[in-house]
């Protein structure tokens, strides 16, 4: 089989895998060396499909010898095999490099015989391109659960970001659906990341490390989601949880039909929950509860939690404190700092919170001061809700169905929801 062959197919098997945006990592090129990483990221692009794939972004191998039943890869199902050679991948990688198409590598595989013996080939890929060829770019590298530490060690000093995939949402799923996987082999490696990198090397898995949860395969909430991601940034020190709307492609009972569609507003709308645990000081908790354990398909979750919350309104906007600010719909991370430094000169009226960046259709509601506004969130959540769903929402939706695949997949790995 040709390298060209080979890249088709397991440029394709790699497709599925949401984990491989940016990093922040900042390195220059070593002396003597090639390529750079710098805190833009490694470069995007969009598959026809809306996934975000980073160049390259590839498999090792998808001769998978697993079986999960949600994967394209599982070895019971029917398609074309291939495997690289370290020696491939590493001078695939160069050669790309050189070419100006990428700026990094985002190196994954299937299980081949062992987690071991796959992580052993990743490494000595690695090891090419970080020695034979002195390559100093971004390397983002999966760990295979059940991977043994001296060989996570030895892949965490040559990728600059790892990640171990939880996959399902709980172990009951992962059961069902991965029986060759235990959860405890997938937290394993995070587990022993987050140790290592306690220890101060800094040059060990440097950018962090990252997971990948499919939604909507299995029956769990968004509760359940949101509270797992929460407790892994808190237990791991995660850099950033992906969420990958379930994309059908095996015919099994336990899973959504083939016809289906993957649940793509759900993902966005955890993704907009996540960006308010990780900047806004949300806890899943106060997001859902028991009674509520699903995100409204019509609201934000800022804007969700803001009218199930008509006690805390209105914010007076020139003494609120920061995190209390930061609670306003229409109301960011940088427009609640500038708040903060503009009041100390002046009283902010509804114009100057405009020119300060606060989005006024969706804050007018929650803040005292709000000029011609008789309709208050403290006073009628519901009218507000129908406004807020009647007024941007509805056209959020409309263009969210029309949206092209590519912007579909951006708006899925931000989730500002100011
Ligand atoms: S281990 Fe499971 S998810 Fe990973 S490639 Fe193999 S079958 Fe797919």
Not at 104 to 117: E, K, M
Not at 233 to 255: C, D, M, Q, W
Request: net charge positive; aromatic share 8%; with cysteine.
């Amino acid at each position: 089989m040709t390298t060209e062959e080979k890249l088709k197919i397991l440029t394709d098997g790699a497709k599925y895998d949401a984990a491989c945006t940016s990093s922040g990592v900042e390195r220059s090129a070593c002396a003597g060396g090639i390529g750079s990483a710098n805190s833009g990221g490694i470069c995007h692009a969009f598959s026809a499909d809306g996934r975000c794939i980073s160049l390259l972004k590839i498999l090792m191998s998808n001769a998978c010898c697993y079986d999960c039943a949600y994967c394209v890869n599982r070895v019971s199902n029917d398609v074309p095999r291939a495997t690289f050679t370290p020696e491939e991948i590493a001078t695939l990688t160069i050669n790309l490099y050189r070419r100006y198409y990428i700026e990094g590598l985002f190196l994954s595989s299937g299980v081949l015989g062992s987690a071991d013996n796959t992580a052993q080939l990743m490494i000595k890929a690695l090891e090419i391109l970080r020695v034979k060829y002195r390559f100093c770019g971004y390397i983002h590298a999966k760990a295979i659960p059940g991977t043994s530490p001296q060989l996570l060690q030895r892949l965490g000093e040559l990728a600059d970001r790892m990640s171990s995939n939880i996959e399902l949402p709980s172990s009951r799923s992962l059961k069902l659906l991965a029986p060759d996987k235990e959860r405890r082999d997938v937290l394993a490696p995070m587990g022993f990341i987050r140790d290592k990198k306690a220890e101060g090397n800094k040059n060990f898995v440097r950018a962090g490390q990252s997971t990948q949860m499919i939604i909507g395969a299995t029956p769990e909430s968004d509760l359940n989601i949101i509270t797992l991601a929460q407790g892994l940034y808190r237990t791991y020190g995660l850099k950033r949880v992906f969420f990958s709307a379930y994309i059908p492609v095996a015919e099994n009972s336990l899973l959504p039909a083939l016809d289906s569609k993957p649940p793509l507003l759900r993902e966005h709308r955890l993704y907009q929950a996540d960006w308010l645990m990780r900047f806004y000081d949300f806890k899943a908790e106060e997001l859902l509860d028991e009674s509520r354990p699903y995100f409204n398909e019509f609201l934000d979750p800022k804007c969700n939690w803001a009218v199930n919350h008509p006690e805390v309104f209105p914010v007076d906007v020139n003494r609120a404190s920061y995190k209390t600010l930061l609670r306003v719909p229409g109301v960011g991370v940088v427009s609640a700092r500038r708040i903060m430094v503009a009041r100390r000169q002046r009283r902010l009226d509804a114009a100057a919170l405009a020119r300060l960046g606060v989005v006024m259709k969706r804050a007018k509601y929650f803040i005292d001061g709000a000029a011609g506004i008789k309709l208050r969130a403290a006073d009628d959540p519901a009218a507000v809700t129908r406004e807020l769903i009647r007024g941007e929402n509805a056209r959020q939706l409309s263009l969210f169905d029309d949206m092209p695949a590519g912007v579909r997949a951006i708006e899925g790995k931000g989730g500002e929801n100011k």
